[in-house]
């Protein structure tokens, strides 16, 4: 598997099971981070944590829909999401013992993560090739 095509290229597309796999070593690495970022700097350490992974969670799921035949940007959906939960909270702005933006943004972010896993992580992609590329199984339309 080419990781630097996966975490840093948005043309063209990939299976199912290359996104599960960059979608799971994203999530380890940014716990991971995260903790320790937060461990030495506090709360920004999120806000860096989530920077960090922006940009290779959004080209695993740009590539994936493509796959599925829609424009890579709806890959932007969830880490745009996730970055500006972790600004939020970090500027004190969502608090969890306040409840009200807190659980809006978490019933948002809860629906677009089930869209997410249904449509990329559950349905095949487009069969044959689409305007983003050649199928990534070698399928013939």
Request: some cysteine.
């Given at each position: 598997m080419d990781f630097g095509y996966l975490f840093t290229a948005t043309a063209g597309r990939i299976n199912r099971a290359k996104w599960w796999a960059g979608v799971i070593i994203i999530g380890i690495a940014n716990v991971i981070l995260s903790y320790i970022l937060a461990q030495i700097i506090g709360t920004v350490g999120w806000v860096i944590s989530a920077l960090v992974i922006f940009y290779p969670y959004y080209a695993v799921g740009a590539k994936r829909f493509q796959d599925?035949?829609?424009?890579?940007?709806?890959?932007?959906?969830?880490?745009?999401?996730?970055?500006?939960?972790?600004?939020?909270?970090?500027?004190?702005?969502?608090?969890?013992?306040?409840?009200?933006?807190?659980?809006?943004?978490?019933?948002?972010?809860?629906?677009?993560?089930?869209?997410?896993?249904?449509?990329?992580?559950?349905?095949?992609?487009?069969?044959?090739?689409?305007?983003?590329?050649?199928?990534?199984?070698?399928?013939?339309?």
């Open positions: 599925r035949g829609r424009p890579g940007s709806l890959g932007l959906i969830l880490p745009v999401l996730g970055l500006l939960y972790n600004l939020l909270f970090a500027a004190g702005v969502i608090n969890p013992a306040e409840g009200g933006l807190y659980y809006l943004f978490g019933l948002l972010t809860l629906a677009v993560v089930i869209w997410y896993f249904v449509d990329l992580g559950c349905l095949k992609g487009a069969s044959g090739a689409n305007e983003y590329g050649a199928d990534p199984l070698g399928v013939a339309a």
